[in-house]
């Protein structure tokens, strides 16, 4: 039974929590984030984290989240991306400052991922049981090709107090495979209690279960040729638009829609957490406190 590898996406900066949030202590110990994910993977059976990082905070990164911090419990290694990080014939248009997004982050890691791998947020808490399921799916797959999952969590255990969010909205099939996932913007609950989204100008309301990603995704290897195949004809079609990214979604919803591969939707009963909002921050502490206390945590992660 092969270990999946977690591919953790922290080259982002969190300009709207304005600071590097991804090294932020929120434990007892002023543990990061990173470290409960790094810690519920190992608990799940994963065999290596890969960190996309960018080169210009690298040396503080690498500091931090070495792998003696982790006692030797798992490998680590480390990818960069970076605005020129382009394919062989593409070069950075003129005005371009904002990075390519997610999918991009993933492609960086293709030299070093030959195993099937989760894919999550730096900044997201997702809870030790996210990880059992995908990694329990992931470990199962062996030399499989085409078979990706992701964990679905309900949307109203998704939001933050302190702000809209926006969520991916996952359409379902009978069989549980990803039919559509959809970018809603702008997702709040108003003062009724009704979850809505404002994208396009009206309320839209959504119901509190409904699936969305947060970025959760399982793969397997294949999936970074699919990506580098498509990423230069993404590249073209956006080029004029300085704004535009190559998000996650943008391929899966293309690998799906033309058959080449199915996506299974592994659903989570958890309480999602992050730092959207540098409000959300004590929030999210007293949640690790709490689990702490129910035996879910020790105290001192990596003693």
Known sequence: MVKPALLVLAAGM???????????????NREAIIDYSVYDAIRAGFGKVVFVIRHSFADEFREVFSADRFGGRIAVEYVF????????????????????GTNHAVMMASGVIREPFAVINADDFYGAEAYRTIGDY?????????????VAYDLDRTLSDNGT????????????????????????R????????????????????TPVSM???????????????????????????????FYIPTVVNRLIGDGTASLRVLRSAAQWHGVTYKEDKPALMAAIERMIAKGRYPRDLWK
């Open 14 to 28: 969190g300009s709207r929590y304005g600071s590097l949030k991804q090294m932020d202590g929120v434990g007892p």
């Open 81 to 100: 991306q970076e605005l020129d990080s382009l394919p062989e014939g593409l070069t950075v248009p003129e005005g371009r400052v904002k990075p390519w």
């Open 138 to 150: 992931l470990s199962q797959l062996g030399d499989s090709r085409n078979r990706y999952c992701m």
């Open 165 to 188: 969010v926006s969520r991916g909205v996952c359409g379902v099939d009978a069989e549980g495979n990803l039919v559509s996932m959809v970018e809603r913007t702008q997702i709040e």
């Open 190 to 209: 108003m003062p009724d209690g009704r979850i809505v989204f404002h994208d396009g100008g009206a309320d839209e309301p959504l119901a509190e279960n």
């Open 215 to 245: 970025n959760l995704f399982g793969f397997t290897p294949d999936y970074f040729a699919y990506s580098q195949e498509y990423f230069p004809v993404w590249f073209e079609a956006n080029r004029s638009n300085p704004k535009a990214e």
